[in-house]
């Protein structure tokens, strides 16, 4: 399909709002699109997402190279870039990918955690962190493969209508970064980034015609489980919600996730009563 349609000229939001998604897995990822259909059934959703895996690509931005847009179906495009790319890409191509600004900018669902440090390395928090530069709120949202990823797809909805019931409340965009544990009813808390130790190393090797290669890093991984952070949140099967203020240095306001976790609680209690 061609990459020129507007995609105003569809249906509008019809007053719903308005979500950009993308990843780091690609565009056919599995998370991916349980995001995109958990988040559908509140707002309209637009994916721009990379036409191949860019895990740990950080944030990347293609700017010594040409880059294609493929319209996929509807509202869904695909971009031969990173995470990053895709977000300025989609912000600033006018009505060629969006038909308005968006209300917010999802990132995931990413088959994987990204806790602690796992921040500066991944494509997905990279993806959340574009949006905000640009003014935008973003949200980076990423589950265990041994979670239930409908389930884990649908409470990171919620977190994402949050998110918009909380517009106005904070300065500055916020990055929040959720991650999922395994199974498939959580607990959700406010939480820090906390320390993800990896096993280090780099292994050299011999291919089958004698030249020479190597790995870097090494097997197993530990979380080190102070109080408060995501990684404790995980070990202790709960939902972590941390904010990643584009200066790590202060924070403006209040805490965008702690304002955003108080209105997730808000709003199920609502639904209680309801």
């Not at 990347?60 to 031969?80: I, N, P, Y």
């Not at 280090?200 to 102070?226: A, C």
Request: proline share 7%; charged share 25%.
């Amino acid at each position: 399909m061609r990459a020129g349609r507007s995609s105003s000229e569809g249906p509008e939001t019809d007053g719903r709002p308005l979500i950009l998604l993308t990843n780091d897995d690609g565009y056919e990822a599995r998370g991916l699109v349980s995001m995109a259909q958990a988040l559908s059934k509140a707002a309209r959703v637009v994916v721009v997402a990379p036409d191949k895996e860019q895990s740990a690509c950080s944030h990347k931005l293609t700017l010594h190279a040409g880059l294609r847009l493929r319209e996929v179906r509807r509202d869904w495009f695909r971009l031969d870039g990173t995470p990053a790319d895709c977000v300025y890409v989609a912000l600033f191509a006018g009505e060629r990918v969006l038909p308005r600004r968006p209300d917010l900018v999802v990132s995931g669902l990413n088959e994987g955690l990204n806790l602690g440090l796992d921040v500066y390395y991944s494509g997905t928090v990279a993806g959340a962190r574009e949006a905000a530069m640009r003014g935008v709120p973003g949200l980076a949202v990423s589950a265990d493969q041994h979670a239930d990823l409908e389930a884990a797809a649908s409470l990171c909805a919620e977190v994402a209508r949050a998110v918009i019931a909380c517009e106005g409340r904070w300065g500055t965009p916020p990055v929040l970064n959720v991650n999922v544990p395994p199974g498939l009813d959580w607990p959700v808390r406010v939480t820090r980034p906390g320390r993800r130790v990896y096993g280090e190393g780099v292994e050299f090797r011999r291919d089958p015609r004698g030249r020479e290669y190597l790995w870097i890093g090494g097997p197993g991984v530990r979380n080190e489980g102070e109080q408060g952070t995501d990684t404790r949140a995980f070990d202790d099967g709960q939902v972590g919600v941390s904010s990643l203020p584009l200066r790590p240095h202060e924070m403006d306001g209040a805490d965008p996730a702690a304002v955003v976790v108080a209105e997730l609680e808000r709003a199920k209690a609502a639904r209680r009563k309801g």
